[in-house]
């Protein structure tokens, strides 16, 4: 299950090295396949069929990528001043990687803090980074493993979890997983939200990962772990001692600015009438911008934008953005 061979040997400094993983072994799908034709219930079980065959006709060989060198993270750290310490983590488990034919590891995260810091946009600058792929698993509406790890065949409606889409349906041996809010899993009586992660989160049980609707064992252990949540005293200690636990902090005000800044200048860069506006924020707008949580930021942008054209100009002024917890401003225009 873990064989790998490289797809490129030498590559440029900065671009990542690509290998290929072998995630599930096509064998046992072709038996599995095999036996349920045999069987004459193709027809009860057609979703089941459909997804041995799609394994099949993709093949069992992913991605496996990591950075050629350990890339410059300055910006990263610049973007993100309130994850210095997950940062510092990531640089470590890519410069172990390098100079051998290791793949990437990188440990379980758990990031901890208030709504709104950033915890999701973080996973998806660290996919970027890597250049591997990113599904998002919301916890705060499960009530069963089934999302993680699928549900069975026997059940109407049943499908494979998000494990194995990302790995199967995904084009990476490594995709960044992001369990969203893990502590807003619903526990109940007869399904535990968090089972599937007791072997998911360990390296050798992942290597054999068996999602309930496939049956088929597949190869997670290469999947890189970010979990969010805003309060730990309701995730199971066995949980939290299979991964590093960093609490995010609010950024400082001058952090804040400096977010505010890249996402000012992200917006402009996102769209065509971002060409006219100013290219840097007024030193006013940062600071109003700065008493808001980094999640509200990107909205408020957007609305002091829309404030800005309905009255002919194509510079924010401090006015244009609704004040944080209070009112919407002059025009409720969010996006």
């Known amino acids: 299950m873990s064989s790998s061979r490289s797809l490129v040997t030498s590559t440029p400094r900065g671009l990542p090295i690509a290998r290929m993983r072998r995630v599930f072994e096509s064998a046992q799908v072709e038996r599995r396949l095999t036996k349920l034709l045999a069987s004459g219930n193709e ?8 997804t041995w065959q799609r394994m099949l006709e993709r093949g069992p060989d992913r991605f496996a990528v990591k950075p050629a060198g350990v890339p410059d993270m300055a910006p990263l750290y610049d973007q993100l001043p309130n994850f210095g310490e997950v940062l510092d983590d990531v640089k470590r488990h890519v410069a172990l990687a390098q ?3 290791d793949t990437l590891e990188v440990t379980p995260m758990l990031l901890l803090g208030p709504p709104g810091v950033g915890k999701t946009h973080f996973a998806r600058q660290i996919a970027d980074l890597l250049g591997t792929g990113m599904t998002l698993v919301p916890m705060s509406s499960m009530t069963a493993g089934w999302l993680l790890s699928g549900s069975s065949s026997q059940w109407k409606g049943a499908k494979p979890g998000k494990v194995f889409e990302a790995l199967v349906d995904g084009e990476y041996a490594n995709p960044v997983i992001v369990v969203d809010e893990i502590d807003k899993a619903s526990a109940d009586a007869q399904y535990d939200p968090l089972g599937a992660l007791y072997s998911l989160l360990e390296h050798d049980t992942a290597q054999h990962f068996i999602d309930e609707f496939a049956e088929v064992p597949i190869d997670a252990s290469q999947v890189i772990w970010v979990t969010t949540a805003n309060d730990e005293r309701s995730i199971p200690e066995p949980i939290l001692n299979r991964m590093n636990v960093y609490e995010i902090a609010p950024p400082t005000h001058e952090a804040a600015r400096r977010i505010a800044e890249h996402l000012y200048r992200g917006i402009l860069s996102e769209h065509d009438w971002g060409l006219r506006f100013d290219p840097e924020p007024a030193s006013d707008v940062l600071d109003v911008l700065a008493a808001m949580a980094p999640r509200e930021m ?7 934008f829309g404030n800005a054209r309905l009255d002919g100009r194509y510079r924010i002024e401090a006015d244009d953005l609704p004040r944080p917890g209070g009112s ?8």
Not at 43 to 50: A, I, P, T
């Open 43 to 50: 027809r009860e079980y057609e979703s089941l069929k459909n």
């Open 99 to 101: 100079d051998s034919q």
């Open 298 to 304: 990107r909205r408020a942008l957007v609305t002091a």
């Open 328 to 335: 919407k401003g002059r025009m409720g225009f969010l996006q």
